[in-house]
T-cell receptor, first 114, second 113 residues
Framework: DAGVIQSPRHEVTEMGQEVTLRCKPI?????LFWYRQTMMRGLELLIY????????DSGMPEDRFSAKMPNASFSTLKIQPSEPRDSAVYFC????????????FGQGTRLTVV | DQQVKQNSPSLSVQEGRISILNCDYT??????FLWYKKYPAEGPTFLIS?????DKNEDGRFTVFLNKSAKHLSLHIVPSQPGDSAVYFC????????????FGTGTRLQVTL
């Protein structure tokens, strides 16, 4: 398996524009997570899905952020409108099962909003 | 509210010596702990984990210690190697929410020659 695949790897956009980040989890994994990495807060969990259903979105910072998982092999994280403070590295991760196992991360998308 | 804290942003250790990375947590419901390693421009990768029923878990050069009463865990790397230079994240999950990992802010380890 190729692992968790995220696209794009880098995104530079102007303030106010819509940004869509994409993720393909590892085949067969039933949990998918979106994290944001910042210097101040480390890795923050934004939202996670189980079997394509959002379970906990309490980490989503504002209504400008939304996430979807239309099927087991694809998820998106959308920011609209984007702001400079959204600049960060966004990671997608997937996991198999509910028990104590590790999550596998993608390589991340570095977002810069100017 | 940072439930998982890594108070040392960086650590420098000589090659061959022991590296000790520390992590504190505040949520008494956490019962499973993990360490992840992250190289620049890559995603975090799983390193080692420990369940709250244990106080030590070892995997080669890596050992994790858990002190539940102090709500503290540490990662020991012996001997440290230059390839260990990376950012290390501590993570935890709580009883009943085994899938939800809460991460610390990370510690950057530099292993010098």
């Amino acid at each position: 398996d190729a692992g968790v695949i995220q696209s794009p790897r880098h995104e530079v956009t102007e303030m106010g524009q819509e940004v869509t980040l994409r993720c393909k989890p590892i085949s067969g994994h039933d949990y998918l997570f979106w994290y944001r990495q910042t210097m101040m807060r480390g890795l923050e969990l934004l939202i996670y899905f189980n079997n394509n259903v959002p379970i906990d979105d309490s980490g989503m910072p504002e209504d400008r952020f939304s996430a979807k998982m239309p099927n087991a092999s694809f998820s998106t994280l959308k920011i609209q409108p984007s702001e400079p403070r959204d600049s960060a590295v966004y990671f997608c991760a997937s996991k198999l099962g509910r028990l104590n196992t590790e999550a596998f991360f993608g390589q991340g998308t570095r977002l810069t909003v100017v | 509210d940072q439930q998982v804290k890594q108070n040392s942003p960086s650590l420098s250790v000589q090659e061959g010596r022991i590296s000790i990375l520390n992590c504190d947590y505040t949520n008494s419901m956490f019962d499973y702990f993990l360490w992840y390693k992250k190289y620049p421009a890559e995603g975090p990768t799983f390193l080692i984990s420990i369940s709250s029923i244990k106080d030590k878990n070892e995997d080669g050069r890596f050992t994790v210690f858990l002190n539940k009463s102090a709500k503290h865990l540490s990662l020991h790397i012996v001997p440290s190697q230059p390839g260990d230079s990376a950012v290390y994240f501590c993570a935890a999950s709580a009883i009943g929410t085994a899938s939800k990992l809460t991460f610390g802010t990370g510690t950057r380890l530099q292993v010098t020659l």
